[in-house]
Nanobody, 115 residues
Framework: QVQLVESGGGLVQAGGSLRLSCATS????????MGWYRQAPGNQRELVAA???????VYGFAVKGRFTISRDTGKNTVYLQMNSLKPEDTAVYYC?????????WGQGTLVNVSS
C-alpha cells in the first residue's frame, strides 16, 4: 500500500518561492511515475510536473522554466521547487504516484500566491 503526504504549502507573495515535499511510504517502486498536479477553484486538476526515473521530467506549459521536480529515492521524497510564483499559481497541489493501474493521491497542500 502506498501513502503520500504533502507539505510545504502556504501563503507567498508574487515573485516568491516555495518548495513542496511529498513523503512517500509503502511499496514504492523505482519504475513508478511521481508527479505533482494542481487544482484551482472552478478548474479541472492539471499536470504541473511528472518524473519517471531515467527520463526527462515533464512540465505543464504554465510552469515550465519556473518549477522543478526532483526525487530523493533515499528519503522516499519528491519535491517541487516553485520559483517566480504568480497569483495564477494559487491552487491545491497534489502529489501523485502511478505505476500501471495503481494511481495514488495525497491529500493536497494549499498554495496561495498574493499579488
Amino acid at each position: 500500500q502506498v501513502q503520500l503526504v504533502e507539505s510545504g504549502g502556504g501563503l507567498v507573495q508574487a515573485g516568491g518561492s516555495l518548495r513542496l515535499s511529498c513523503a512517500t511510504s509503502g511499496n514504492i517502486f523505482s519504475d513508478s511515475t511521481m508527479g505533482w498536479y494542481r487544482q484551482a477553484p472552478g478548474n479541472q486538476r492539471e499536470l504541473v510536473a511528472a518524473l519517471l526515473i531515467g527520463l526527462s521530467p515533464v512540465y505543464g506549459f504554465a510552469v515550465k522554466g519556473r518549477f522543478t521536480i526532483s526525487r530523493d529515492t533515499g528519503k522516499n521524497t519528491v519535491y517541487l521547487q516553485m520559483n517566480s510564483l504568480k497569483p495564477e499559481d494559487t491552487a491545491v497541489y497534489y502529489c501523485n504516484y502511478n505505476r500501471g493501474d495503481l494511481d495514488v493521491w495525497g491529500q493536497g497542500t494549499l498554495v496561495n500566491v498574493s499579488s
